[in-house]
């Protein structure tokens, strides 16, 4: 686990805000499919310090924060390229109307220095229009933490935009091959930084996030039958939950609030979907079917679940309420549909289908409609979608073996994570 590396941020005094008429056009632009982006010029920033941490720090941080404004949706980067059009700064002050000509409405300028032995980010933010800063922060770090500063800085920009919390600083957890077993790892979203946090050389599968981002829930063999853990994001804490030999439990969902887990389990004879209070481990059978039902997926109000059964005839997706009842179909195409992800807005579901080999589908809940956002080659399963709804992960064998992928939420801008081989099951923190 690592250390907290922000020590501090120090919000500087914010220049005049845009206006109620601009916040509203900003808060409606980003609610809407087709939106246009705000165009922002990111230019690089000013290295006040000659000390290499600060030089090997300048160029990174920067190319880190750029690729999560450019990635997150939300902004349109205003190319490099034309850069050099505008003059550096006069004596007289930033020149808006330069960067107001080479199409960009906002400007981000920043200077890194050190102070003692921590780096100091000072950033501001510019409506070239009006000619006048609306908003400003300063960092602190660690030197070798700079990408923590580029990700927090990033995501401040989206608050400040969108009101709503970027995803620069979200974790994907997943299971990979590790020698004969299979173990949990973290990464960042961007797939820096991964991190083993099991070593048990056990099969450990299906891991999810807690809401707080606090605790991971998954299946282990470690006791040679498959039974539920809870782990600490650092991987220094686990516990098994209550279970019985034998038994098989897989595919555990955390609730909304945090109180229970829904998964699958055999404990009666047949897999059927159970949920377990995390505090007292008392159990609730909420599917009563001969068929097989398994992989839940909690609605983001916790007052509904999806799952997966064969009760007519071929695997679907159901929804039942979180008691177990009202359980009705909501997949009719393909023959065979499974691993569904319920978005953060509670809209659509995402989940995997199969037609010759599985691809990746949404369905929305309004209009039933149906669109298919992968198409091979190989295999592409197990979508998870991150908090802002914006963009799924997901497991594909599309390069011969397992690997993790992102794309937006409309398929696009398709792009491989994390280690190149064995690994599955993704998770997205919230």
């Known amino acids: ?77 205003v190319e490099r390229g034309y850069y050099d059009l505008v003059p550096e700064n006069r004596t007289n002050g930033i020149p808006f109307d330069d960067w107001t000509s080479i199409g960009a409405d906002y400007l981000l300028l920043g200077e890194i220095d050190l102070e003692g032995q921590r780096l100091l980010v000072e950033s501001r933010l510019y409506d070239t229009e009006h000619s006048q800063m609306i908003f400003g922060k300063r960092y602190r770090s660690e030197p070798d933490v700079w990408r923590t500063v580029s990700h927090r800085l990033a995501d401040d920009i989206v608050l400040h935009f969108t009101g709503r919390r970027g995803i620069s600083q979200s974790k994907i957890v997943y299971s990979a091959r590790k020698g004969e077993g299979k173990e949990i790892f973290v990464m960042d979203y961007d797939g820096a930084h991964q991190q083993q946090i099991t070593q048990n050389g056990s099969l450990n599968l299906f891991p999810t996030w807690s809401p707080d981002g606090e605790q991971i829930a998954f299946t282990s063999y470690l006791e040679g039958w498959p039974r539920l853990y809870v782990l600490d994001r650092d991987g220094k804490q686990s516990r098994p939950l209550p279970g019985w030999e034998g038994e098989l439990t897989a595919a555990p969902e955390w609730s909304p609030d945090g109180r229970w887990l829904a998964f699958a389990a055999n404990r009666d004879g047949n897999s059927e979907i159970y949920k377990m209070k995390i505090s007292s481990g008392r159990l609730v059978r909420l599917t009563h079917h001969r068929a097989i039902d398994s992989s839940p997926s909690w609605s983001p109000t916790g007052r509904e679940i999806a799952f997966t059964s064969d009760r007519g005839g071929r695997p679907q997706i159901y929804v039942m309420d979180a008691e177990g009842l009202n359980v009705r179909r909501v997949t009719f195409e393909g023959n065979y549909n499974d691993l569904a992800a319920w978005s953060p807005q509670g809209d659509k579901i995402a989940y995997a289908g199969r037609d010759r080999t599985f691809d990746i589908f949404v369905l929305d809940l309004a209009t039933e409609a149906v669109q298919r956002l992968t198409f091979g080659p190989g295999n592409n399963e197990s979508p998870r979608w991150s908090s802002d709804g914006l963009h799924l992960v997901f497991t594909s064998s599309r390069g011969g073996d397992n690997a993790l992928y992102i794309m937006d939420a409309a398929g696009g801008r398709l792009r491989q994570i994390g280690p190149p081989h064995g690994a599955e099951g993704p998770d997205w923190s919230r």
């Not at 000013?46 to 600060?54: E, Y």
């Open 1 to 77: 686990m690592k250390r907290i590396f922000l020590v501090s941020i120090i919000i500087l005094s914010i220049g005049a805000t845009a206006t109620r008429a601009q916040e509203r056009e900003l808060h409606a632009g980003v609610s809407e499919s087709g939106f246009s982006p705000i165009r922002l010029a990111l230019p690089d920033f000013t290295n006040r310090s000659d000390a290499t941490p600060v030089e090997a720090a300048t160029h990174d941080l920067l190319r880190v924060l750029w690729n999560d404004l450019d990635f997150n949706g939300y902004f349109r980067l």
